[in-house]
C-alpha cells in the first residue's frame, strides 16, 4: 500500500479534542494506556497461539520496553504481542469500536482524575498519547503475516492520519511519542519508571527499560544495551496475600474497573477443592452510570493459568452482582474455552456459586461489623446498590435469606436503614406478621390512609418505594417465620393485636351500617369490587384495598409505565363508620355526589390518577358552593 492520508471519524476528532484539551494535568496516565494496549496485545497474541502455535515465530517470550530518546525527544513503547495489519490499523486507530463517545462526552465530570479513568472505559486509551504528543507515529506488523506485510500509521492528532505499508521483520507494535514542547520531563528513565510502578506493577508481563551508565565526556547517564525488568511481572492476584499493600490491591482495582475511587471491600482467595481457583472479587463505592442496564456484562475477568481469555464473563456472576469487578483464574478449565461452554461448564458453575458467596460474606461483614464505620459504609453502599440486590432475591433462589437480610427499608420507625432483623425485634406482643405497604414514592407510602390503625397501636409498618419492590414481595413471602403481609391488601387482620372489644364495635358498626354500604355499592357497582366497613382508618373517610392475590394498584402503575396492560380487577373501598363524613352519608340529597367523591379521594391518597379529575372538581365545586350559599 502507498502512503495514504486518511480522515478521522468525527467521533475520533471530537475524542482527540476532549482528551487533550480535559486531561492535560493527568497528562502521566498516556502510559498507562500505552501499556496497557501492548499487555492486550500479548494477551491476544498469546489467545490465538492456542490454535496456532507457530504465532510465536521465534519469539516466545511476550514482554514491552519502553525506550526514549532524550535528542529526538521521543518515547517509544513496543510489545511482541498480536500487531496490527495495515487494515486493522486503519479500523482500530481511525475508528472507535465501541461507539460511546456520546456517552464517554456525558460521562466526563470536569474533575481530570475522575475523567482519566474514563478514557480507558470508553475504549479510547490510544488516543491520550497525544496528550503529551504533537504525533504520534505506530509501526506494527500482525503475527502469521510476511516481514512486507508491516505497516506505518502517523499522526499529529487533528484532522487525519497517514497509512504506508512497510517492512517489519519482527512482529508486534512500535509506538512512538514525538513529544511536544515542554515534556521533556518524560526523558528521564526515573520518571517513567515511576510512572510505571504506579500504573503498571500488576502487569503480568515483564516490562523492560534499558539499564543506564555515566558517560563522563557527556556528562550524562546513557543507556546500555542492556534491558532489565522495571515491574514485578507478577499478576497481582497470583502473588501472596501478605505480599501485598492494601494501596497495591487499590491502584490495581482502579485499573480494571477504570474507577477514580478506592473500592468499598475486597476479597482474594485461591480455592481448592473440588475446582480450583484464584477469585480477586471488589465492590466500588459507588453505583457506575450503567447500573441499571442489566444486559451489560459483568465486570469480572477470566483468566486460565493465568491466560487472560475473557473479559465480561457473564457466566461467572449473577445478574445481579453485575456490579462486583476483579479476576478469577482457573486452573481447570480448558484454555480454549468458548461463551457457550462457560454456560454450561459444572466447574464454572461451582466457581459462581462460590463466588457469589464470597460477595455476599463480604457484603454481610460490612452490614453486621461491630465497627460502625463498617457499617456506615454498608449504609453507602445500600443507597447506591440496594435496587439490585433486591433483584437478587428474586433470581438467586440459593441465597434469599442472606439476601433478605442485606435488605435495608424505611418504615413507619425509621427514615432508612431498618432491616428484618431490627423490625423482628420490634414486633408488638402478639405480633404474627411483618407488615409493608408499597406506593409510588416514599411520601405515598408514608401518609397512605392504610396506615392509621397501625400508627395508632405503634405498629411499625415497612414503607416501600422502589420499582423493585413490588417485583421483590412476589418471590419473598417471609422472613424467619414471619409472614410478609401488605397492609393494603385483602381485610385487615391484626389477629392478635386486635382487642375483643374493637372486634366487637366493628362487627356491630358494620351491622348498623348495611343499608348505607348496600348505596354505597349500588353507586359505586362500576368502580368498586366491594364496599365493606374497616377498622384500619383512624383520619380518613376511606380507603383502597385489592383482595389478597388480585395486581394492587401500585402495580398496575407500574406494569402501565412499563408498556403492559394491567389485568383490570377492581379495587375494594373500605370505609371509616366513624368518619364524620361517612356518617353524614346517610341522610345526604347528594348521597351518589359524595360516593363518587370519596372513592375518588381514597384513590388520590394512594396516589393514582382519577379517571375523569374534571368529573370530581365538579363534584367537589358544586358542594363547596352549596355549603357557601
Ligand atoms: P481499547 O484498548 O479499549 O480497545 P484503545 O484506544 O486503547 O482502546 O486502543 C484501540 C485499539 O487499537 C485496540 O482495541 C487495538 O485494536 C488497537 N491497538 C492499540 N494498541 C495496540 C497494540 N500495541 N497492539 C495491537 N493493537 C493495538
Ligand atoms: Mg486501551
Redesign the pocket.
Known sequence: MDKQTLSFQAEVKQILHLVTHSLYSNKEIFLR?LIS??S??CDKLRFEALADNLLYEDQPNLEVRVAFDKDAKTITIT?N????SAE?AVA??GTIAKSGTREFVAALEGDQKKDAQLIGQF?????SGFIVADRMTVE?RRAGLKPEEGVRWSSEGTGDFEVETITRPQRG?S?TLHLRDGEDEYLSAWKLKSVIGKYSDHISLPILMQKEEWDPEKKEQVAKDEWAPVNKAAALWTRSKSDITKEQYEEFYKQISYDSEAPLAYTHNRVEGRSEYTQLLYIPAKAPFDLWNRDKRGGVKLYVKRVFIMDDAEALMPVYLRFVKGVIDSSDLPLNVSRELLQESRDVKAIREGSTKRVLTMLEGLADNEDEAERAKYAAFWKDFGVVIKEGVGEDHQNKERLANLLRFASTHADEGVSFKDYAARMKEGQEAIYYITADSLAAAKNSPQLEIFRKKGIEVLLLSDRVDEWMLSHLYEFDGKSLQSVAKGAVDLGKLQDEAEKKQAEEAAETFKPVLERLKASLKDRAKDVRVTTRLVDSPACLVVEEGDVSGHLARLLKQAGQSAPASLPTLEVNAEHALVRRLEKSEQFDDLAQILFDQAMLAEGGQLEDPAAYVKRVNALLISKLD
Request: aromatic letters at 10%; zero cysteines; charged letters at 20%.
Open positions: 494506556e494496549n501492548a492486550d496485545a510489545d504481542g498480536i500487531g496490527l486493522e482500530n486507530l475504549g479510547v486509551g490510544f488516543y506494527s507494535t509506538v
